[in-house]
């Protein structure tokens, strides 16, 4: 069989590709709905591992739709899908989409798992789904209302109180609260599954803050460019409509209106969808922020930014609703806002998803819509649910008792210690005993589901098509009062071969869905930027005070991890050089390796023991644990860039991951079997050094000129007027400079070796060393030109005027009160005092520096008086 569909395969095959897919494709398990066939799969009449059984299911026909892509295939047909997967992976990593299932600041991040075929979703099919979710959200919307209002339905006893009030999901402190705009849901989004009769049923639903929007738009975008001739002749409904008319929504619901200020809540980088978050916030224009970014004041939300508070009128959270607000929620919560729930009370803010619906999220729930749906809508539900038996109804717990071999039990609370579903059908007879044990103990805390056999679709699974387990999360977002819609497409999430769960944290993958529409398709884009005066006033006010306090150290940490860098080199090449016997020079290089954490202090210096002190530095490069060196600096440069997924380019996050994955890769290989060496120590600092070029390039070129911007530079050259003052002061101090040997390392220390000896040749002479280490504006390298262009940075940040500088910029030493004889000039003792003076108050400066910047824009402790209420 191998060898057949290698030749089926072959460029020669004359076959229509419709007719070689059906024949090459196995078919869906025996009970399963096959997507590809249109039909259920029944069991073969021959034994399955039979040749006429193969030939039976290689002769059902594709439908119509799945006929029609395979035909879009190309001339390579199916001999080009290993290319298209390879290229799609290349762009999941290219474009750093990550799930991290088990998120870790030190761990590496998983990258997205995307399959090559969409499942595709025929107009009927569409209308069924799409009429069945829309009544569905005014259901739970309406539910929610009653719940937080009169609370008929509990009084009546269409709703057990054990689902609403026992429910840790449901939030005391949001009683009687009517949410700004009158909509307590947003976003909803419905798990579905098509059974073997190929009708879709709702599994699960999700309401606290439902993931996937930001994925399924990556899927979109991935997928369509893989099959880009499919897509445009399919009908392929489009998504970005949906999109810009959720953000428009919130915006008309707020009470600000069209000139609202929304801004996106994310958990932070350290949570497994954060991916998704920067890159909803990117796409939706809204301001990414955690909730260290947002204070209430007076009863009224803020963002801190740059430039102060600032209001903002609506949240789309990403949060569940426990951690928002530790005021009155969990108290050990760092994620939310203290006061946030006041806010919302007060009607002063727009919370999209209204907090409190996550007792919506019980599958116990689904038993109870039927009954629900024809009370409060008076209509029967359109789209039905999974047969689901919450056990704490005697009569319901009774009943499926017996039924458990073939259900499935499912916790009721999210707290449970219950973490997974359990499939009954896997559980031997002692084992469903002890289930049942279980739930006759605890019944109110088991909820019991029907098994359904999930349909199935294709995928490209190593060089063929292999049929898996899906099932579709669809979302309905609100674009109005009381109104919403259902985006066109979803994302598919695909079972392993092992198991029939289809859950991305069980190893699953997913798939872009592909509606197709009989109508026009929506030519809608969010592409083109707002240009409002509104949008454009946030735009340029949109840097909060955690991203700016973010891009200043990732300033700080690029000029340190290149300062470490040059300073090891610069060591290394010294201990093995012309010079290594220089007492002075190895002095000088043992000091700042100290003082720059490059050794530990207990380390011996060069001038006692070079060869241990050389070993010591090398062992140190990668160490993140004992010293600061280069490993450890790369990774705090990690640290702070991934807090700015929202504002760094995809290129120049690449680069900054394949930094450091090269740099601890390529120490460890060397450090294999045992130290390596210093020529390979060197080589090693080498290729990070070209890392290095790449990122401070794009830094320098590649990013808007800011003020988030402008602190990021600050950071780089505090760090640099730091480092270069207390290195040349060194050098002087120790005597080093004054020998050949010490010249050069100077000089190369500060990066100015070829433009020394471009502009004095081989001249040894300390005015012209000063010269251009010290004052010479022209030289980014020097100390004159690190001092000026802060001191433009800062005056610019604080909005001066022209030719006026605030106070904070008066705290760097004015270069044209330097004068070259000065410096050049020695006191009674031999010694540059006033060079020193000036090296010494640069090093001062940097130092305070630091601390006023930080008071100054992110902390805004000036402001931490005002209260939280009224």
Same mark, same amino acid.
């Given at each position: 069989?191998?060898?057949q569909n290698?030749?089926?395969?072959?460029a020669?095959?004359?076959?229509?590709?419709?007719?070689?897919?059906?024949?090459l494709?196995?078919?869906?398990?025996?009970?399963?709905f096959d997507?590809?066939?249109?039909?259920?799969?029944?069991?073969?009449?021959?034994p399955?591992?039979?040749?006429a059984?193969q030939?039976?299911?290689a002769?059902a026909?594709l439908?119509?739709?799945?006929?029609?892509?395979?035909t879009? $295939?190309?001339?390579?047909g199916?001999?080009?899908?290993?290319?298209?997967?390879?290229?799609?992976?290349r762009?999941?990593?290219?474009?750093g989409?990550?799930?991290?299932v088990?998120?870790d600041a !030190?761990?590496?991040?998983?990258?997205?798992?995307?399959d090559?075929?969409p499942l595709?979703?025929?107009?009927?099919?569409?209308?069924?789904?799409e009429a069945g979710v829309l009544?569905?959200?005014?259901?739970l919307?309406?539910i929610?209302?009653?719940?937080?209002?009169?609370q008929?339905? $509990?009084a009546?006893?269409?709703?057990p109180?054990a689902l609403?009030?026992?429910?840790?999901g449901?939030?005391r402190?949001?009683h009687?609260?009517?949410p700004?705009?009158?909509?307590h $849901?947003?976003i909803?989004?419905?798990?579905m599954?098509?059974?073997?009769?190929?009708n879709?049923?709702?599994?699960s639903?999700? @309401?606290?803050?439902p993931?996937?929007?930001?994925y399924?738009?990556?899927?979109?975008? @991935?997928?369509s460019?893989?099959?880009p001739e499919a897509?445009?002749?399919?009908?392929v409904?489009?998504?970005?409509?949906?999109?810009?008319?959720? %953000?428009?929504?919130?915006? /008309?619901?707020?009470n600000?209106?069209a000139?609202?200020?929304?801004?996106?809540?994310?958990?932070g980088?350290?949570?497994?969808t954060?991916?998704e978050?920067a890159y909803?916030?990117r796409?939706?224009?809204?301001?990414?922020?955690e909730?260290?970014d947002?204070?209430?004041?007076?009863?009224?939300l803020?963002i801190?930014?740059?430039k102060?508070?600032?209001?903002v009128?609506?949240?789309?959270?990403?949060?569940?609703?426990?951690?928002?607000?530790p005021?009155?929620l969990?108290?050990?919560?760092?994620l939310g806002?203290?006061?946030?729930?006041?806010?919302?009370?007060a009607?002063?803010? $727009?919370?999209?998803?209204?907090?409190?619906?996550?007792?919506?999220?019980?599958?116990?729930?689904?038993g109870f819509?039927?009954a629900?749906?024809?009370?409060l809508?008076?209509?029967?539900?359109k789209?039905?649910?999974?047969p689901?038996?919450?056990?704490?109804?005697r009569?319901?717990?009774?009943a499926?008792?017996?039924?458990l071999?073939d259900?499935v039990?499912k916790?009721t609370?999210?707290?449970?210690?219950?973490?997974?579903?359990?499939?009954g059908?896997?559980?031997?007879?002692?084992?469903?005993d002890?289930?049942a044990?279980?739930i006759?103990?605890?019944?109110?805390?088991?909820?019991v589901?029907?098994y359904?056999?999930?349909?199935q679709m294709?995928?490209?699974?190593?060089?063929r098509?292999?049929p898996?387990?899906?099932?579709?999360?669809?979302f309905?977002?609100? !674009?109005?009062p009381q109104s919403?819609?259902v985006?066109?497409?979803?994302?598919?999430?695909?079972?392993?071969?092992?198991?029939?769960?289809a859950?991305?944290?069980?190893?699953g993958?997913?798939?872009?869905?592909?509606?197709?529409?009989?109508?026009?398709?929506? /030519?809608?884009t969010?592409?083109?930027?707002?240009?409002s005066?509104?949008a454009?006033?946030?735009?340029?006010n949109? %840097?909060?005070?955690?991203?700016?306090?973010?891009?200043?150290?990732?300033?700080?940490?690029?000029?340190?991890t290149e300062? @470490?860098?040059?300073?090891a080199?610069?060591?290394?090449?010294?201990?093995?050089?012309?010079?290594?016997?220089?007492?002075?020079?190895?002095?000088?290089?043992?000091?700042?390796?100290e003082?720059n954490?490059?050794?530990?202090?207990?380390?011996?210096?060069?001038?006692q023991?070079r060869?241990v002190f050389?070993?010591?530095l090398?062992a140190?490069?990668?160490?993140?644990?004992?010293?600061?060196?280069v490993?450890?600096?790369?990774?705090?440069?990690?640290g702070?860039?991934?807090?700015?997924?929202?504002r760094l380019?995809?290129?120049?996050?690449?680069?900054i991951v394949?930094?450091?994955? !090269?740099?601890?890769?390529?120490?460890?290989?060397?450090?294999? !079997?045992?130290?390596y060496s210093?020529?390979?120590?060197?080589?090693v600092?080498?290729?990070?050094?070209?890392?290095m070029?790449?990122?401070? +390039?794009? /830094? @320098?070129?590649?990013?808007t000129?800011?003020?988030?911007?402008?602190?990021l530079?600050?950071g780089?050259?505090?760090?640099?007027?730091?480092?270069?003052a207390?290195?040349?002061?060194?050098?002087?101090?120790s005597?080093?400079?004054?020998?050949?040997?010490?010249?050069?390392?100077?000089?190369?220390?500060?990066?100015?070796?070829?433009?020394?000896?471009?502009?004095? /040749?081989?001249?040894?002479?300390?005015s012209?060393?000063?010269?251009?280490l010290?004052?010479?504006?022209?030289n980014?390298?020097s100390l004159?030109?690190v001092?000026?262009?802060l001191?433009?940075r800062?005056?610019?940040?604080?909005?001066?005027?022209?030719?006026?500088?605030?106070?904070?910029?008066?705290?760097?030493?004015?270069?044209?009160?330097?004068?070259?004889?000065?410096?050049?000039?020695?006191?009674?003792?031999?010694?540059?005092?006033v060079l020193?003076?000036?090296?010494?108050?640069?090093?001062?400066a940097?130092?305070?520096l630091?601390?006023?910047v +930080?008071?100054?824009?992110?902390t805004?402790s000036s402001?931490?008086?005002?209260?939280?209420g009224a």
């Open positions: 069989m191998e060898n290698n030749s089926l395969f072959g020669d095959s004359q076959e229509a590709p419709g007719q070689l897919a059906a024949a494709a196995p078919p869906a398990a025996t009970g399963h997507e590809l066939r249109g039909a259920v799969s029944a069991p073969p009449i021959a399955a591992n039979s040749g059984a030939a039976a299911a002769s026909p439908t119509a739709t799945w006929n029609k892509f395979f879009h $295939l190309g001339a390579d199916f001999t080009d899908l290993n290319r298209r997967t390879a290229n799609l992976q762009q999941v990593r290219a474009n989409v990550t799930y991290n088990y998120a !030190d761990g590496p991040q998983r990258p997205w798992s995307l090559l075929f595709i979703i025929t107009p009927d099919s569409w209308t069924q789904i009544q569905r959200v005014r259901l919307d309406r929610m209302a009653d719940v937080y209002g009169p008929t339905l $509990l009546g006893a269409l709703l109180p609403v009030q026992g429910h840790p449901y939030l402190p949001m009687g609260v009517a700004v705009g009158g909509t $849901l947003h909803a989004a419905f798990d599954a098509r059974g073997p009769d190929g879709w049923c709702v599994v639903q999700r @309401t606290q803050a993931s996937g929007l930001g399924l738009l990556e899927n979109r975008l @991935t997928i460019r893989m099959f897509f445009h002749d399919m009908g409904q489009r998504l970005a409509a949906s999109y810009r008319a959720l %953000v428009d929504g919130i915006k /008309q619901m707020s600000a209106g000139d609202a200020r929304i801004v996106l809540l994310t958990p980088p350290y949570n497994e954060y991916f978050h909803l916030a796409y939706l224009g809204l301001t990414l922020v909730g260290s947002l204070t209430v004041r007076d009863q009224r803020y801190r930014t740059l102060g508070l600032e209001p009128h609506g949240l789309l959270k990403r949060l569940d609703d426990e951690f928002l607000d005021l009155e969990r108290a050990d919560s760092r806002v203290p006061g946030l729930l006041q806010a919302i009370r009607g002063n803010v $727009l919370v999209a998803n209204a907090p409190g619906s996550a007792f919506l999220e019980s599958t116990a729930l689904l819509l039927p629900l749906s024809r009370r809508l008076g209509e029967d539900l789209l039905p649910s999974l689901t038996w919450w056990c704490g109804e009569a319901a717990m009774q499926v008792l017996p039924q071999g259900r039990i916790p609370y999210p707290d449970s210690t219950m973490s997974n579903a359990v499939v059908k896997t559980l031997t007879r002692r084992e469903l002890e289930w044990g279980r006759v103990r605890q019944g109110e805390e088991h909820t589901q029907a359904l056999p999930l349909s294709p995928i490209w699974h190593g060089d098509l292999a898996r387990s899906v099932m579709l999360r669809v309905a977002v609100a !674009d109005g919403w819609r985006l066109p497409g979803g994302l598919a999430r695909i079972a392993t071969a092992e198991l029939e769960i859950s991305m944290q069980r190893g993958s997913s798939a872009d869905v592909w509606v197709q529409t009989e109508g026009a398709v929506d /030519q809608t969010l592409l083109l930027p707002d240009t005066l509104a454009l006033t946030h735009r340029a949109s %840097v909060t005070s955690r991203a700016a306090e973010n891009l200043f150290w990732l300033g700080r940490y690029t000029e340190r300062n @470490t860098i040059r300073l080199r610069l060591t290394l090449e010294c201990l093995n050089g012309e010079d290594q016997s220089s007492q002075p020079l190895l002095a000088w290089l043992s000091e700042l390796a003082g954490a490059l050794v530990l202090s207990k380390v011996p210096p060069a001038t023991a060869r050389e070993r010591s090398i140190g490069l990668a160490d993140i644990e004992l010293s600061t060196s490993g450890h600096n790369l990774r705090a440069l990690k702070a860039a991934s807090a700015l997924r929202e380019s995809q290129e120049q996050w690449n680069v394949r930094a450091e994955r !090269d740099f601890f890769r390529q120490s460890a290989g060397y450090a294999g !079997d045992g130290d210093s020529v390979e120590a060197l080589a600092l080498e290729n990070i050094n070209g890392y070029a790449a990122m401070t +390039g794009a /830094q @320098t070129d590649r990013m000129r800011d003020d988030g911007w402008r602190l530079s600050t780089r050259h505090i760090e640099r007027l730091g480092f270069l207390s290195s040349l002061a060194q050098g002087f101090e005597g080093s400079v004054f020998e050949d040997g010490g010249f050069e390392a100077m000089i190369a220390l500060f990066d100015s070796t070829i433009t020394f000896h471009a502009q004095y /040749q081989q001249s040894r002479d300390m012209a060393l000063l010269d251009l010290v004052l010479d504006r022209d980014p390298r004159g030109w001092a000026q262009t001191r433009g800062l005056a610019k940040l604080a909005g001066s005027a022209a030719g006026e500088l605030p106070d904070i910029a008066l705290m760097v030493p004015d270069p044209r009160e330097w004068s070259i004889e000065a410096m050049c000039t020695r006191d009674a003792a031999g010694q540059y005092a020193i003076a000036h090296l010494q108050e640069c090093s001062q940097a130092y305070l630091s601390d006023a +930080g008071t100054r824009y992110f805004h402001d931490s008086k005002q209260s939280v």
